[in-house]
Nanobody, 130 residues
Framework: QVQLVESGGGLVQAGGSLRLSCSASGRTFSRNAMGWFRQASGKEREFVAAIGWIGDTTYYTDYVTSVKGRFTISRDSAKNTLALQMNSLKPEDTAVYYC????????????????????WGQGTQVTVSS
């Protein structure tokens, strides 16, 4: 059974940092696309960041415009984990953050679609106070 488990959420003041982690079990995702989505209260789930492969050795990363330059997505293929380093946090970043993994390698605009991800974590709450 495939499981994705997020950790690292919490309460932080505006301008602060958090690091989210996602641990995958049940299968390896070392050559698959993985991503982070978030859902604020009363809003639809939105894409935050994705990471995949271009060729054999080059990572592809993509970010929603609102987090570019502040968030960094990374992966440890050996440990089957995904991370999201979030700096300069703003109150509008407050949301439940979800880790997602695809059965395929996806890059380009397609990596922003929730439909390409087959597995999802339960979410971790991030609250940024002003």
């Amino acid at each position: 059974q495939v499981q994705l488990v997020e950790s690292g959420g919490g309460l932080v003041q505006a301008g602060g940092s958090l690091r989210l982690s996602c641990s995958a079990s049940g299968r390896t995702f070392s050559r698959n696309a993985m991503g982070w989505f978030r859902q604020a209260s009363g809003k639809e789930r939105e894409f935050v960041a994705a990471i995949g492969w271009i060729g054999d050795t080059t990572y592809y990363t993509d970010y929603v415009t609102s987090v570019k330059g502040r968030f960094t997505i990374s992966r440890d293929s050996a440990k089957n984990t995904l991370a999201l380093q979030m700096n300069s946090l703003k109150p509008e970043d407050t949301a439940v953050y979800y880790c997602a993994a695809s059965s395929h390698n996806v890059y380009g605009p397609g990596s922003r679609r929730a439909s390409v991800y087959d597995y999802w974590g339960q979410g971790t709450q991030v609250t940024v106070s002003s």
